[in-house]
Structures are given as structure tokens and as C-alpha cells.
């Protein structure tokens, strides 16, 4: 079963604008993590934030967490074109399996 | 360098041919991962192995066989591939499988079952 739900599936911006993915799930967790997948390749983890933690810098990222909720929020600030990728939640509620969301396909035009 | 290798990287076959994909990591890492990427579906966990010998189902096995003899191997077996198994396979590992772990991720090997 899916655990992850993200929100939009799909975004489209311009470049300099901020982009904001989100992303639910449906049990207690250990950890969310966000992944980001160019086309057809491997996925690369970009943050990971403890079910302890309410926001968590990386870079241009930003991801909040609302364990009351249950929901995740990534945040992409001042989106270069070199962001175009999916992104994905993934959730690890520590019974050895990381459950990934369906993601979301941002475009950054420049 | 550190990595996640997969092979074949492209596959195509026949309905009932037994394949093997195989994966291996330099990392010493404990923890790998086989997943399978669907359009609409995102990634869906096939299995996993906490550890050399140890292995267990994820979400979608059936249809599936791993084995983790060697801790850098971790082979995913179609033992008689149906069309319903065209998809995108990833294998990932991570350190182990504690709270604080990524997990990296292959290349991917697109499959294809006539």
C-alpha cells in the first residue's frame, strides 16, 4: 500500500520562482525522507527529517513536518532550471521498509 | 568511488525465461533494497535484507526471488518473468537499516517481458 501521497503530481515554474511539493502518509513514522529522480536515472536523497523535527534546512531546501497532520512539505527556493526532476517522499516507520510516494514532476523554464 | 551497480542496465525477454538481475555495492553496506518504479505507481519495495542471510518481502514480491549470500551482492531473480513485470527495478543500500540511514540507489534496469 502507498503510504507517501504527494501533492501536486505535476508543477511548472519559472525559473527564480519558489516551488512547493507536499506529501502525506498514514502512519506513525521514524523519519520522511525527500528524494529527487532525473529521468529514468537513480534516486538521490536530499534531506531527511526526524518525526522530532518541525523544519530542516539544506541549501535552497526547505522541509517542514506536521506529525499531527501527518504531512511533509519540500520547499525549492529561487528554482533553477538544473531543479526539473521528480521529487519524492519516502517514509520509515522502522519495520525495514522505506515506502516511497507516487512523487511530483517539477519543471523549472528558464 | 562509492556506488550502486546494476546489470544488465536494459532487458528484453520472453514470457517464462528465468533472469537474474544483479546489484552490488562497495560500501560495506548492510542494508539493500530491491524496488520496481511504475508509471502513477512510484516505487514499490520488492524486498529487502537487513543483512547477509537475511531477507524479507516488501510490498510486491510475488514473482520474485533475492538472495543475500555475500554482503555487497544482493541478485533479484525472475524466476518466469511475466509481461506484468516490464517496469524500471532499483536497488538501493543504506549502512543499516537505523533511523538516521539513506539509502543510495542504482542506476535502474529497465526490463521488458514480450
Known amino acids: 500500500s502507498q503510504q507517501g501521497e504527494e501533492d501536486p503530481q505535476a508543477l511548472s515554474i519559472q525559473e527564480g520562482e519558489n516551488a512547493t511539493m507536499n506529501c502525506s502518509y498514514k502512519t506513525s513514522i521514524n523519519n520522511l525522507q525527500w528524494y529527487r529522480q532525473n529521468s529514468g536515472r537513480g534516486l538521490v536523497h536530499l534531506i531527511l527529517?526526524?518525526?522530532?523535527?518541525r523544519e530542516k534546512h539544506s541549501g535552497r531546501l526547505r522541509v517542514t513536518l506536521d506529525t499531527s497532520k501527518k504531512s511533509s512539505s519540500l520547499l525549492i527556493t529561487a528554482s533553477r532550471a538544473a531543479d526539473t526532476a521528480s521529487y519524492f517522499c519516502?517514509?520509515?516507520?522502522?519495520?525495514?521498509?522505506?515506502?516511497f510516494g507516487q512523487g511530483t514532476t517539477l519543471q523549472v523554464k528558464p | 568511488e562509492a556506488q550502486v551497480t546494476q546489470n544488465p542496465r536494459y532487458l528484453i525477454t520472453v514470457t517464462g525465461k528465468k533472469l537474474t538481475v544483479t546489484c552490488s555495492q562497495n560500501?560495506?553496506?548492510?542494508?539493500m533494497s530491491w524496488y520496481r518504479q511504475d508509471p502513477g505507481l512510484g516505487l514499490r519495495q520488492i524486498y529487502y535484507?537487513?543483512?547477509?542471510?537475511?531477507?524479507d518481502k516488501g510490498d510486491v514480491p510475488e514473482g520474485y526471488k533475492v538472495s543475500r549470500k555475500e554482503k555487497r551482492n544482493f541478485p533479484l531473480i525472475l524466476e518466469s518473468p511475466s509481461p506484468n513485470q516490464t517496469s524500471l527495478y532499483f536497488c538501493a543500500s543504506s549502512e543499516d537499516r537505523g533511523e538516521q540511514e539513506t539509502q543510495y540507489f542504482g542506476p535502474g534496469t529497465r526490463l521488458l517481458v514480450l
Open positions: 519516502a517514509t520509515d516507520d522502522n519495520t525495514g521498509k522505506l515506502i
Open positions: 535484507s537487513m543483512n547477509v542471510e537475511v531477507t
Open positions: 560500501m560495506n553496506h548492510e542494508y
Open positions: 527529517i526526524r518525526s522530532n523535527e
